[in-house]
């Protein structure tokens, strides 16, 4: 019982070394190149494998047409495309007024485009209500000048209105909803602005009229019904105050009435109580023309 227990044990680590030495036979039995041919081979073999498995995980071979979604409602955009294996996202918001809200501007890929499956369709759509801005100062501009102004930030003409001033085709006053508008008053985005503007000086000329003495609301009253401006005042506007000086002058030193056009302008001087009118020596006869 002895003897036979130790026999066993060391014909199984016979067997052992013997597997062991076979496989080492077989591994440098074979000359080199032919393993290198074999790792070639099988590396050559996974490339093949994996570049066809790419080709079906891809679907590169499956297109889709993108359909026109420009005009229509997010919601509509939305459901057309999701419907059709598209992704969908917002890219950017603008504002038209000419468009419905929240409709789609703008799309990317455009409409009729050839795109993989589960491409994401990029969409700008229109903001439902108008971005309020600065409304910009544009009196004193050239009517062109205006309009380039008024379409950068994206505001409309709705009106022009001509008022006789010496400033031809410049914009003398700048309106929205039939009230003056401040420049950097906030209005909203698309709104319609009405300009009035210069028509140039009057063909004839006629009396200047005679304003020392009346108030300041008064004067500019009988200014403007003659299609005259006012132009300096000084030190101030003050409705209650009275004109006490005026430039051009009624009358001349020489006593002859002074001749102005429609569009010029009157300088008023200002005092807080109203002056004593000096007697208006009569008109000089001009002398004939021969």
Request: aromatic share 8%; proline share 7%; with cysteine.
């Amino acid at each position: 019982m002895k003897f036979r227990k130790p026999f066993h044990v060391c014909r199984f680590t016979f067997h052992e070394q013997k597997t062991d030495t076979t496989l080492f036979k077989f591994m440098t039995g074979k000359p080199l190149w032919v393993h290198i041919l074999t790792g070639i081979g099988i590396i050559f073999l996974l490339v093949v494998v994996f570049l066809q498995s790419l080709h079906w995980i891809t679907r590169h071979d499956k297109t889709l047409t993108i359909p026109a979604v420009t005009g229509k409602s997010l919601a509509d955009a939305r459901q057309l495309l999701e419907s059709k294996g598209f992704e969908v996202e917002i890219q950017d918001s603008m504002y038209n007024d000419t468009a419905k809200p929240l409709s789609v501007l703008r799309q990317f890929p455009d409409a009729e485009a050839l795109v993989k499956v589960n491409r994401t369709v990029y969409l700008t759509i229109n903001q439902a209500v108008a971005p309020m801005i600065d409304m910009p100062n544009l009196e004193g501009l050239s009517f062109r000048s205006a309009e380039i102004s008024m379409n950068q930030y994206r505001l409309k003409l709705e009106d022009t209105i001509y008022r006789t001033d010496f400033a031809k085709n410049s914009v003398l006053e700048q309106q929205y909803n039939g009230q003056r508008i401040k420049a950097g008053s906030k209005i909203p985005q698309g709104s319609k602005i009405t300009l009035v503007l210069g028509s140039g000086l009057g063909m004839e000329d006629f009396s200047v009229p005679d304003l020392v003495g009346l108030n300041y609301n008064d004067a500019k009253v009988l200014l403007e019904s003659n299609g005259l401006n006012v132009g300096t005042v000084i030190p101030a506007i003050d409705p209650n105050a009275f004109v006490g000086r005026q430039n051009p002058e009624h009358m001349t030193s020489d006593g002859r009435v002074n001749r102005i056009r429609q569009g010029q302008s009157v300088d008023l001087w200002l005092q807080p109580d109203k002056p004593e009118k000096l007697p208006v020596p009569e008109e000089q006869p001009q002398p004939a023309q021969p």
